[in-house]
């Protein structure tokens, strides 16, 4: 996945950024190959919630979440740039100040956004800063894009709860972003990264054993 990256590490500037595109340029495919639900949901179905997280390579993210029960539909995108409707090569140039992202559409009564969240901290290291192992770039970095305020309290909440087991465990600082999904629109990936890892079962993962177990569990 860090093959096209150019190893930026500082997010550009409103005015450095590339400009983008008004419309999305690709087609995606109707249906998740794995859940047979919507790939491309512009709103989520009623009782159910959207969380967008990013954890390195969207990929292997992808993957792990749609293995967890409650989930409805997941999909790979962009988060947090600022370049409209931007490319694979256009994000890993470093240019568009996204990162690679997972968004997850999920049934709360199934699985809580709570376990989302610890899911998230325990499959990768969020204290990297822009990048997640040898993936080096701002694509990489961690991040949580809430999509509710109950969403917030939650994402700040685990937070410092994970970040005070790293501090005592003698890691680094977390250095997640945490940010309303409000500000910083999400755009889907391009139709082959879309559930990448059942097309290619052999393909590229970064996450097993990445992260901390949950500080109850330790």
């Known amino acids: 996945m860090s093959i096209f990256s150019r190893h930026k590490t500082t997010l550009p500037s409103a ?9 999305s340029q690709f087609v995606i495919a109707p249906k998740h190959r794995v859940l047979d639900a919507p790939v491309v949901t512009p709103t989520a179905p009623e009782g159910y919630e959207v969380a967008i997280f990013g954890l ?3 990929w292997g993210a992808e993957e792990i979440y749609w293995q967890k029960p409650g989930v409805w539909s997941t999909s790979v995108g962009y988060a947090g740039g600022t370049t409209p409707n931007p490319s694979y090569e256009e994000v ?3 240019r ?6 997972v968004r997850i559409v999920f049934d709360p009564k199934v699985v809580s956004y709570a376990d989302l969240v610890k899911t998230f901290f325990e ?3 969020p204290t990297q800063g822009m990048r997640q192992g040898n993936d080096v770039g701002t694509q990489y970095r ?6 509710t ?8 909440e685990l937070t410092k709860i994970y970040g005070d087991e790293l501090a005592r465990r003698q890691y680094g600082d977390i250095t997640t972003e945490i940010r309303s999904a409000s500000e910083t629109p999400y755009y889907y990936a391009e139709d082959h990264h879309q559930q990448y890892l059942d097309k290619n079962s052999y393909g590229y993962r970064c996450h097993a054993n990445a992260g901390v177990p949950f500080p ?3």
Do not use: K, N
């Open 15 to 23: 005015e450095e950024a590339l400009p983008g595109r008004a419309t």
């Open 56 to 58: 390195g390579c969207f």
């Open 92 to 94: 890993c140039s470093g």
């Open 96 to 101: 568009t100040g996204h990162t690679e992202a």
């Open 123 to 125: 499959v990768h290291d």
């Open 142 to 147: 961690s991040a949580i894009y809430y999509t």
């Open 149 to 156: 305020p109950e969403q917030e309290r939650t994402a700040r």
């Open 216 to 218: 109850a569990d330790s």
